[in-house]
């Protein structure tokens, strides 16, 4: 009997250290967006959490979370500062009240640019210096470069837009940002800022006589559905997203894990934006057999519209306190690709 006692707690020495011995930590990513889940940012989210789950396994479980299920894009810098979300990844139009150089694509210097001049800035150390400004204003590590959405154009309810005079005296919804406002403002329009999940009844009541946005977000919204019946594709600026990681989240991951995720990000990224194009192209195709008339302006006018616009950049850079030199140094970049203005 006393050698069986002997062999079991033997036994159980040997087994004590298995039971001790804890399981992988695991951290948990909660992804906030608030489009819906056919949209193309959300889509190649997705491509991100399985490009994550190649490099890091199950140590991390992602989640997204889409349709503002946590937080719309213009409360997500905060509560990701906060530390009540581990991701978002906004547009920069809902970042200039906390780092105005975010701001700097909604410019009038860049009304009707090509993306290629977009990236051309940038991914370059212009937009290296403004993730670093970011990061320290919102306590955040952004993981790389920005991903797309592609051209915001205006869209009418109420009455066709077939020129710029056409503008004047609408009521125009705004994604956000003094930019956007000040243009819209220029152009004739008054700005109403309301958040995306809220525009299909903002429209289809008659709040707004039409609004910003681009041919994927109004094809995901069905915003035909909501009265929405012309397009003015003047291309007022070009719309990207910040990939955003709180330094909460972000601390405490292994230097193997931080790889994982910034690698699994730049998987993405160029993919990401040709699909986004693509999918603009598309969604073009959809609006007009959903009876949508789209209008293309002339370049010329385009052209003519941004040097108009460009009355107001001074302004605009003054009253969202953006960094001068940044500005000039940008202007530089873009007369140097043949944009002018």
Not at 26 to 35: C, F, K
Not at 53 to 75: C, M, T, V
Not at 94 to 119: Q, S
Not at 303 to 314: I, K, N, S, W
Request: aromatic share 6%; charged share 25%; net charge positive.
């Amino acid at each position: 009997m006393r050698r069986r006692v002997l062999v079991l707690a033997a036994g159980a020495g040997l087994c004590a250290p298995m039971i001790a011995r804890p399981a992988a930590a695991q951290e948990r990513l909660r992804i906030s967006l608030d489009t819906n889940p056919t949209h193309v940012r959300n889509r190649y989210t997705e491509r991100f959490v399985e490009e994550l789950r190649k490099r890091a396994g199950d140590r991390i479980q992602a989640e997204i979370f889409p349709s503002a299920q946590l937080f719309r894009d213009r409360d997500v810098a905060r509560s990701l500062r906060q530390g009540s979300v581990e991701m978002g990844i906004p547009g920069l139009w809902n970042l200039d009240g906390i780092e105005p150089n975010t701001a700097m694509t909604t410019l009038p210097m860049f009304y009707g640019v090509a993306p290629e001049a977009v990236y051309r800035v940038m991914d370059g150390p212009v937009g290296q210096q403004i993730n670093q400004r970011m990061e320290q204003r919102l306590r955040v590590k952004v993981l790389g470069r920005w991903i797309d959405i592609g051209y915001n154009h205006l869209y009418s309810v109420t009455r066709p837009i077939n020129h710029y005079d056409d503008v004047r005296g609408m009521r125009i919804r705004s994604p956000g940002g003094s930019a956007n406002a000040a243009r819209i403002r220029v152009l004739g329009g008054s700005a109403v800022l309301i958040p995306w999940p809220d525009v299909p009844l903002a429209l289809s009541q008659g709040v707004v006589d039409g609004l910003i946005t681009t041919h994927e977000s109004s094809v995901t919204a069905k915003l035909w559905d909501s009265g929405m019946r012309y397009g003015f594709e003047d291309r007022q600026y070009f719309g990207q997203y910040v990939p955003m990681v709180s330094m909460q989240f972000w601390n405490r991951l292994s230097p193997e894990l931080r790889k994982a995720m910034t690698e699994a990000w730049e998987a993405i990224v160029d993919g990401q934006r040709s699909q986004a194009a693509a999918a603009q192209a598309a969604a073009r195709d959809t609006l007009i057999s959903h009876g949508v008339r789209m209008v293309q302006p002339p370049e010329e006018e385009v052209a003519q519209a941004r040097r108009r616009l460009m009355a107001a950049q001074d302004e605009i850079v003054a009253e969202l306190k953006m960094d001068r030199d940044m500005v000039e140094a940008v202007m530089r970049e873009l007369r140097a690709a043949n944009v002018s203005f």
